[in-house]
């Protein structure tokens, strides 16, 4: 070994080692899965790389994983022959964390295990959960297309710290030694790894190998080690869908997602015809800590005819869609497609249309059939959902329907009426869909707008999310019915008067006409019309929106903003 140097691991990279051997100690086998598909990623990549430089292959040209052990040094060790890492890439990937907004997050963590282990599972686990189970690990790498002489060695045993060294090695790849804690000594062991890898990562396209258990007489004689593959090594989205259990649709989407928990729901189609390709998407129940930050990862991983090409293709979804996890394979893209070309090839417009109404119709389904589960998912990504009527005017009655919201039907604030549960109890002649937008649900379940609605017992949505007036403006109508602003101008609710309600109104304005008018001098400055309203039924005063002006919450963002 030369060139020797130790470095410490970034801040955050060791908040996060504590965290996770302390929190996910009661779920430690998953850091195979984790190794594993960091090999099957490395292995992706390289594929990608060698088709514009076959070069890389080395003639080395089957990709796998290798896992074997040893029983008396305890150890287990991870060998693939995918990229391989630089000595920098070994700095910075195995030393770093690199996604932005990693200390905020961690600056939640509370030290109540429950809990932490519980937020981790929005961060993803990755390399670093090696020293859950072992005390010491040795990273010996190689990038493919660099000489021999420039392997690196890292070495590590998840303190604060890690060594780096240049060695020479042979073959391009990565091989992975993990000393074992002594109590974790029943990891070196086939019958136990081959269920481990069984269990988590059976989805994974590339043969996974193990050395072959052999007994008696054949054990005596074999010289050198046999290696059998041990999971199904074919692409999962391959495969027809009744040959893939939910296990493995959920370790695939853990795989892809980084995400630590099962997805809420998926949908996998083939497409065939006059573009065909495969996707297989995925409504993840928790959202990442990063979900509104700007440089985020999202988008689906691209293969083209079973070659993964990229991950975080933004192309294929709406970014009201962007909480959605997935693949797409396709088999009318070129193989050196880009992301300049995919932004302007006709072909992602129509493949981005039919995800679009995939994804609307897999929401549909999980809010019919699981209604405990959509609320889940509203609680999460509801808010995400609410930029698609601005976004996507197409298909802007479809994902109204999939909106929920909180109304004057019942009194707990949730948001759990969707448009078709409202429109189910409209009252005689009520022809419009009213609602109520403000600060909080404690402000505007009181507000004097809602009190002709509360006397003449028609249902009021009350939105307060802080997007709600923006969505609300792309929303005209619903099955045919209008929506209507409880605020704005004069409400015309004549057609639910009945003759007498209205004579009496009559009589009631006339009545009024001359402190109308005096009203109306005093106030010329700050109101533009004072009106008799037949909207109240306790206050004595009401302030309205002309049906043109700005919203009250848009008032406030733009004030806030300093326009
Ligand atoms: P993630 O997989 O989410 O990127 P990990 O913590 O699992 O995060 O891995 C960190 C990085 O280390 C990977 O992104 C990759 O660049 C590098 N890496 C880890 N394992 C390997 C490997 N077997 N071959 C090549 N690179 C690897
Ligand atoms: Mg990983």
């Known amino acids: 070994e030369t060139q020797k140097e130790t470095l410490g691991f970034q801040t955050e990279v060791k908040q996060l080692l504590h965290l996770m051997i302390h929190s996910l100690y009661s779920n430690k086998e998953i850091f195979l899965r984790e190794l594993i598909s960091n090999a099957s990623d490395a292995a992706d990549k390289l594929r990608f790389e060698s088709l514009a430089k076959p070069e890389l292959l080395e003639n080395d040209t ?3 994983i290798r896992l074997s052990f040893d ?8 060998e693939d022959n995918g990229i391989g890492m630089s000595r920098e890439d070994v700095i910075l990937h195995l030393g770093t964390i690199a996604r ?13 295990q429950k809990k932490d282990s519980n937020l981790i599972g929005q961060f993803g686990v990755g390399f670093y959960s090696a020293f859950i189970v072992a005390d010491q690990v040795d990273v010996y790498s190689r990038r493919a297309g660099l000489s021999a002489s420039e392997g690196v060695h890292w070495s590590s045993k998840g303190e604060g710290e890690f060594e780096v060294a240049t060695i020479e090695k042979a073959e391009r790849g990565t091989r992975i030694v993990l000393h074992l804690k002594a109590d974790e000594a029943d990891f070196a062991d086939g019958w136990r790894l081959r269920n481990v890898v069984k269990k988590y990562s059976d989805h994974i396209s590339l043969p996974i190998e193990l050395p072959k258990e052999l007994y008696g007489e054949e054990a005596e004689k074999a010289t050198e080690v046999e290696w059998e593959t041990v999971n199904r090594a074919s692409a999962l989205w391959t495969r027809p869908r009744t040959e893939v259990s939910d296990e493995d649709y959920k370790e695939f989407y853990k795989h892809i997602s980084h995400d630590f928990d099962a997805p809420l729901s998926w949908s996998h189609n083939k497409v065939e015809g006059k573009l065909e390709y495969t996707s297989l998407l995925y409504v993840p129940a928790r959202a990442p800590f990063d979900l509104y930050q700007r440089e985020a990862p999202k988008g689906l991983k691209l293969y083209v005819q079973r070659v993964f090409i990229m991950d975080q293709a933004e192309q294929f979804l709406p970014l009201y869609l962007r909480f959605i996890k997935g693949i797409v394979d396709s088999n009318d893209l070129s193989l050196n497609v880009s992301r300049e070309i995919l932004q302007k090839d006709p072909v992602i417009d129509s493949m981005k249309s039919a995800l679009t109404k995939r994804v609307l119709d897999m929401l549909e389904k999980l809010a019919k059939n699981e209604p405990e589960q959509y609320a889940t998912f509203w609680k999460t990504f509801g808010q995400v959902l609410k930029e698609g009527p601005a976004e996507d005017f197409a298909n802007r009655e479809k994902i109204a329907s999939l909106l929920r919201f909180a109304s004057t039907h019942d009194s707990s604030g949730e948001q759990s009426v969707s448009l078709a549960d409202y429109l189910s109890r409209l009252k005689e002649g009520q022809d419009k869909i009213y609602f109520l937008t403000g600060e909080s649900y404690a402000q505007v379940k009181n507000s ?5 609605f509360r006397k003449k017992g028609i249902e009021v949505l009350l939105l307060t999310d802080r997007i709600d007036e923006w969505a609300m403006s792309h929303l005209t109508e619903f099955d045919g019915k209008q929506f209507a602003d409880v605020t704005r101008g004069d409400l015309d609710l004549g057609t639910l008067d009945t003759e007498e309600e209205k004579k009496a109104q009559e009589e009631v304005a006339k009545s009024k006409e001359s402190l109308l008018e005096r009203l109306k001098e005093v106030l010329k400055d700050q109101v533009s019309e004072v009106r008799v309203s037949h909207r109240l039924t306790d206050s004595p005063a009401i302030l309205a929106i002309g049906e043109q002006d700005l919203g009250l919450q848009m008032r406030q963002i733009l004030e806030a903003s300093g326009q």
């Not at 029983?71 to 991870?78: I, M, R, V, Y």
Request: charged share 25%; hydrophobic share 35%.
């Open 71 to 78: 029983k008396a040094a305890n150890t287990l060790t991870l």
């Open 62 to 64: 089957e990709l796998k």
């Open 100 to 112: 932005s907004g990693t200390s905020d997050f961690l600056k939640n963590l509370t030290g109540d």
């Open 448 to 452: 004097p707008h809602l009190e002709v």
